[in-house]
Structure formats: structure tokens, C-alpha cells
């Protein structure tokens, strides 16, 4: 059983291969739930310019208060870390927002030809609501997505909120409000784990960097006139006392 309403069918001999103008002919794809879809990646993306904002604001604070002759070649460092760190966080974020996860499209190669079932209910007018998936020599006829899969369906999975078959599925992320495929760096993955490693990086960064001021010596921060204001209004008990 995978989802698509009735019992998995073991197909009997294909029917002959198809054309482009019989992959136009099929029935319609399934809907994909949009709403979820984009109610996710509204939340994700969202998420990580936020704490792309939140890392890297408190330490261009500091560089934009401080004189640049104050500011050392280990901070100049970490701000550049910082923004290297943000700017392949957001490449990250469009390589998984608008990448193909590896998506099997409707070809006449991955379409046809169809299992005798399914041929049959098209040729005669009739739904395929109710029917399985076909398994047949290894490999399985989605029956929603009317494509056949690489393999015998353990590392292909029909999404049921992206309504898609997808290789080397992973998950369906309920924060991006993708699908998250690929082997390795595969497909949209390495996007995905780019981007869970940019935030530790990034976080990791912009923590270092406050010890690495709270520890320059300055007791007023970055911003001198602070410092010189904080040494100026110290009281001077000697004032007044004849010498």
C-alpha cells in the first residue's frame, strides 16, 4: 500500500510504448496542497533571514562604532566569516526553495508503456481512483503520478503534500515546505544540509566574536567616546585641597 487508495497490483504484461502526445493525453497530475506549501516556506524563509539578521547585526554594530584602526585583523576575520557565512545561507535557501529535489517528470520513457490495468481503464473512459500501485520486474507504475519508478519504490516515495514522486526521498521538511531528496549532495540535499551548517557556523561566529571583543580591552565596548566620557566623569577628590 502506498498511499493511493486500494491494494498495491501485480501488473501483467505492459502495454506497447508511447509519444509525447500520449503523455499530454494522460490524467491530469494531483494537485499539489499549495496552501501548506507556501504557508512552510513562508515560515522557513522567514526563519533564516531572521537569524541571518540576528548573527550578523551585533557585529556590524560594532564595526560601524569602532574606529577602524581599533578594530584587529582577527575581528576583521570574523566579520568577513560572518557575511561569507550569510551570503551562502541565502544561496543555500534558493538552491532548496527552487531546486528540483529530483522530481520524476511525465516522459514517454518513465510513462509507458502502461500496465495492462491501467491501459485498459484509460482506453475504456474509466478513473483510476480506488487502484494501487502496479509492481512489476522490479520497478513500480505510480498510479497517481502515471510514472514509473526506478526502482521498487524503497528509495522513491509519492509526496502527499508536493503530490510528486520523488528520488532518494528523504522527507517532506514542514518548515521550507519542501521535499527533501538526493543521495550524498544529491538533488536538494546538500542545499538542505548547507544550510542547517550555516547556522551552526553562524552562530559559532558570532558568539566567538563577542569574547573575542569582550576580551580586547576595552571596558566601554567598541565606541571611544564612551570610554572617554566614563574616564571624564570620575570624581577628583583632590579638588580643592590646598597643596
Excluded at 76 to 95: D, K, P, S
Excluded at 135 to 146: A, P, S, T, W, Y
Excluded at 191 to 200: A, N, P, R
Amino acid at each position: 500500500m502506498d498511499g493511493a487508495g486500494g491494494s498495491d497490483v501485480e501488473g501483467g504484461t505492459p502495454s506497447s510504448g508511447g509519444t509525447w502526445a500520449d503523455v499530454y493525453a494522460l490524467p491530469p497530475l494531483p494537485a499539489p496542497d499549495a496552501c501548506a506549501m507556501r504557508s512552510e516556506a513562508c515560515c522557513g524563509n522567514t526563519l533564516v533571514l531572521f537569524l541571518i539578521f540576528l548573527f550578523v547585526a551585533p557585529m556590524q554594530a560594532y564595526a560601524t562604532q569602532a574606529k577602524p584602526e581599533s578594530i584587529t585583523l582577527l575581528q576583521r576575520l570574523w566579520l568577513g566569516a560572518i557575511y561569507a557565512e550569510a551570503i551562502t545561507a541565502i544561496i543555500c535557501l534558493l538552491g532548496l526553495m527552487w531546486g528540483d529535489p529530483g522530481t520524476i517528470k511525465r516522459t514517454p520513457d518513465n510513462c509507458f508503456p502502461l500496465p495492462d490495468l491501467v491501459a485498459d481503464r484509460l482506453r475504456n473512459g474509466r478513473s483510476l481512483d480506488g487502484v494501487g500501485n502496479v509492481h512489476e520486474d522490479g520497478r513500480v507504475f505510480c498510479i497517481r503520478c502515471c510514472v514509473w519508478r526506478p526502482d521498487d519504490g524503497g528509495e522513491t516515495h509519492h509526496c502527499g503534500t508536493c503530490q510528486r514522486c520523488v528520488t532518494d526521498f528523504d522527507h517532506h521538511c514542514g518548515v521550507f515546505g519542501r521535499c527533501i531528496a538526493g543521495e550524498g549532495c544529491g538533488g536538494n540535499m546538500g542545499y538542505f544540509k548547507g544550510l542547517i551548517l550555516m547556522g551552526v557556523v553562524g552562530c559559532a561566529t558570532c558568539v566567538s566574536f563577542m569574547f573575542i571583543t569582550a576580551g580586547s580591552g576595552h571596558p566601554y565596548g567598541a565606541n571611544p567616546q564612551m570610554r572617554h566620557y566614563g574616564h571624564s566623569t570620575r570624581p577628583h577628590f583632590n579638588a580643592g585641597i590646598p597643596g
